[in-house]
């Protein structure tokens, strides 16, 4: 709780500011993009809500990524005085990070799904599958974050880097646009980005209303369970050498 009201706490509008960038984000692309994506949503080309459903859908669940990679990269560093107390439980850092990134996904969430019973659109029982996507999501997140929190304790630049890698990360992710409005033979190489199966399978159950298709996160699993192992692994084998660098 102190995490999460700590961002706010001087600020005037206090938790506004939790939804207000993801929701300028939504409106703008909504404005920018919306006229020339639509044509790309077989089946939806008279919906008018179609593309900020799908632009809703990707950008929510990514921003819950973004924001947990993005500060497992510097929690070690920002919170060194308590790493170097030895009492301290240091698997709080990574927990006290997703919980604050949940409850800002929560809130837009929220906002999000009474706009959709608003509209009519709202996405029934497979609604309940985004509890397992945000399960794995968050493991993958997790695992990599703290990789690469690690990995800044170091190496300093890893840091500087994470933040660029995210900002083409998200365009590499289909969530301003569908893979059908890229080239052929861009799609394959699109598809095997590791966020493109989670994204997607979060598109289809807010737009299309249906269950995700569970299958082609299968790699994405792998990769989390590894990913998961390794930073783990490798947080233990450095973590004297850590607090030392702190």
Known sequence: MREFHGKYRESLFGAFWAV?????????????????MRPTL??????????????CAGVISWNFFSEVVSRLNG???????????????????????????????????????????LIGHWPGLPLLAMLPLLLLQTCFAVGLGVLLGTLNVFFRDVGQL????????????????TLGALPEKARPIMQMNPMTPLVQNYQQIFLTQNWPTWAPLLNLLL????????AA??????????????
């Open 20 to 36: 207000a960038n993801p929701l300028a984000m939504i409106l703008i692309y909504t404005l920018v993009m919306g006229q020339l």
């Open 42 to 55: 077989p089946g939806y080309e008279k919906t008018p809500f179609a593309f900020p459903i799908y632009l």
């Open 75 to 117: 929690v070690f560093i920002d919170n060194g005085n308590l790493i170097k107390k030895s009492n301290f439980p240091r698997v709080c850092l990574p927990i006290i990070v997703v919980v604050s990134a949940f409850l800002n996904f929560a809130i837009v969430m929220a906002i999000y799904l009474v706009f959709l019973a």
């Open 162 to 177: 994470t933040g660029v890698v995210l900002q083409f990360w998200f365009w590499l992710t289909p969530i301003v646009y």
């Open 223 to 230: 990769i989390s369970l590894g990913l998961l192992a390794l």
């Open 233 to 246: 692994w490798f947080f233990s084998a450095r973590v004297g050498e850590l607090v030392d660098e702190l």
